[in-house]
């Protein structure tokens, strides 16, 4: 025990090495931080592919940097038999009193390992992308049978959260929780760069984009429709220019795209400093096909940066139309044109979406909040294992 408020745990999050930071591996930087300072020992086992190549460390390097302890069992391909008994003997090793996963991968690994070892497991799901891969359809529909097997399921939106339990997993085990985030970390951070000044757009400008990985779900393609029809405006007093901020598979066809339409559109690939991406952008959109939490549009808002969301997932959550953003609906190209339009000629109105943002993000996404939640569930998980 520590003090009379909580109890001490052994947590174990584990996670699939990434390339880049994105949704997922910022939930596990901000939740193990979170534990660590409410007094928690905690360690961040990593699936490190090594066919991927060094960029794999930037999540294990930022772990370390904030102090929280990493490991990684690597691995030459995406499952084998080695995997698995290195992954049992980590597990074993480092004896935790529940573990928390964060990847399709590790849900994977971790289903038989937890339960070999009799140790409760805690999912917590970031999104599914439904691609036409019916490979990575067969993970995803794997991955709904190893949810079954947790103690707890963790969804960030309302969305998820009704999807899971429609899956078939027990609604008593299944918890809507979003993460809580650091957010005055990330104020801090602003002013390593100067992205405006950088990519060549003047103050006069009215520069809109989106911070996130160039893939499909991320509706990219709706966006630069959206400018496209917003040419007119272009040649009247505002001038709208588009910036991208993120990589992936996606880069080479946007950019043809965007040449093909002639579009004011810059590619500023990925960049580590997000809160200065953020805070160059008059305004941010989200138009993703489908949305977890939607990191991006909670982090922008933190730093009173306008917002602009179709209403997906747990956007539908976070964006209040008129009030801490403008939402319209999934798909709809005409509405966006139209909001971007609408918050490009009005200063005003952007200047009052962003400061309600602002407000809305400090009061519902602290950490000291979620750390409490989360807490309680894995009580729950430890509880519920207790008794099979």
């Given at each position: 025990m520590i003090g009379s408020r909580h109890f001490f745990m052994r947590i174990l999050h584990v996670i699939q090495s990434s390339s880049q930071i994105y949704g997922a591996e910022r939930c596990v930087l901000e939740e193990t931080v979170a534990l660590a300072r409410r007094g928690h020992e905690v360690?961040?086992?990593?699936?490190?592919?090594?066919?991927?190549?060094?960029?794999?460390?930037?999540?294990?390097?930022?772990?370390?940097?904030?102090?929280?302890?990493?490991?990684?069992?690597?691995?030459?391909?995406?499952?084998?038999?080695?995997?698995?008994?290195?992954?049992?003997?980590a597990h074993k090793r480092l004896a935790p009193d529940v573990v928390h996963s964060h990847s399709l991968k590790t849900d994977a690994l971790s289903v038989p390992v937890c339960r070999g070892l009799h140790v409760p497991l805690v999912i917590e799901v970031h999104?599914?992308?439904?691609?036409?891969?019916?490979?990575?359809?067969?993970?995803?529909?794997?991955d709904g049978l190893f949810l079954r097997c947790a103690q707890a399921v963790l969804t960030l939106s309302r969305d998820y959260h009704q999807t899971i339990v429609q899956s078939g997993v027990a609604k008593e085990r299944t918890f809507l929780l979003p993460s809580g985030l650091h957010l005055d970390r990330l104020a801090k951070q602003v002013g390593k760069r100067d992205f405006r000044a950088e990519l060549g757009f003047s103050p006069a400008e009215f520069v809109v984009g989106m911070v996130a990985r160039l893939s499909p779900e991320k509706g990219h393609e709706w966006f630069l429709s959206a400018l496209d029809r917003l040419r007119g405006l272009r040649d009247g007093s505002t001038t709208v220019r588009g910036v991208l901020f993120g990589a992936g598979s996606l880069e080479q066809s946007l950019r043809r795209e965007i040449a093909d339409r002639q579009l004011d559109v810059t590619l500023a690939g990925y960049v580590e400093e997000t809160a200065?991406?953020?805070?160059?952008?008059?305004?941010?959109?989200?138009?993703?096909?489908?949305?977890g939490l939607p990191l991006n549009v909670i982090e922008a808002?933190?730093?009173?940066?306008?917002?602009l969301a179709m209403a997906t997932g747990g956007c539908r959550d976070i964006v209040q139309n008129e009030v801490t953003g403008l939402l319209v609906p999934r798909g709809d190209v005409s509405g966006l044109s139209q909001a971007i339009g609408r918050l490009a000629t009005n200063p005003v109105l952007r200047a009052q979406l962003g400061q309600a943002g602002r407000v809305f993000v400090e009061e519902h996404f602290s950490p000291t909040r979620w750390v409490v939640q989360v807490e309680h569930i894995y009580r729950f998980a430890q509880w519920s294992i207790g008794r099979t």
């Open positions: 360690t961040v086992l990593l699936c490190h592919e090594k066919r991927f190549g060094p960029d794999q460390d930037r999540l294990q390097n930022e772990l370390s940097a904030l102090g929280i302890a990493t490991e990684r069992v690597e691995t030459q391909s995406r499952m084998n038999p080695k995997l698995v008994a290195d992954w049992w003997q999104g599914y992308l439904h691609p036409n891969d019916l490979r990575i359809r067969l993970y995803e529909w794997l200065d991406a953020y805070r160059s952008l008059d305004a941010l959109v989200s138009c993703s096909r489908l949305e808002m933190s730093l009173g940066v306008p917002v």
